[in-house]
């Protein structure tokens, strides 16, 4: 059975920071393409960032969180992290992680922009209060 369970989640006021974490089980988890989506109320999900595990250089940000989110992997742990600093109340949103096999490190940008990853989890709640 495949999982991705995150976690970290919760309330901070702004120019905080949070660490979520993604999880996997059942899955390959080293060299696979894991991304990180949010989604606000009543706006459409975003991407936030990428990476493909195994090692390498592979990390997609989006725009608006350069310089402000790091993502990471511990592939022992089968996690990926995400470290959000300097968190602003537009920060506020339901956070996901997803991930794609059989993908290629040069593939896996693409397929993180597009969402196009095979397994999603069930998301973490992230406030931020101004």
């Known amino acids: 059975l495949v999982r991705l369970v995150e976690s970290g989640g919760g309330a901070v006021t702004a120019g905080g920071s949070l660490r979520l974490a993604c999880a996997g089980s059942g899955f390959t988890y080293s060299s696979t393409c894991i991304g990180w989506f949010r989604q606000a109320p009543g706006k459409e999900r975003e991407v936030v960032a990428g990476i493909y595990t195994g090692g390498g250089d592979m990390k997609y940000y989006a725009d608006s969180v350069k310089g402000r989110f790091t993502i990471s992997s511990d592939d022992p742990k089968n996690t990926v992290y995400l470290q959000m600093d300097s968190l602003e109340p537009e920060d506020t949103a339901t956070y996901y992680c997803?991930?794609?096999?059989?993908?290629?490190?040069?593939?896996?940008?693409?397929?993180?922009?597009?969402?196009?990853?095979?397994?999603w989890g069930s998301g973490v709640g992230v406030t931020v209060s101004s």
């Open positions: 997803a991930a794609g096999e059989r993908l290629m490190y040069y593939t896996c940008t693409g397929a993180v922009e597009r969402a196009d990853l095979d397994y």
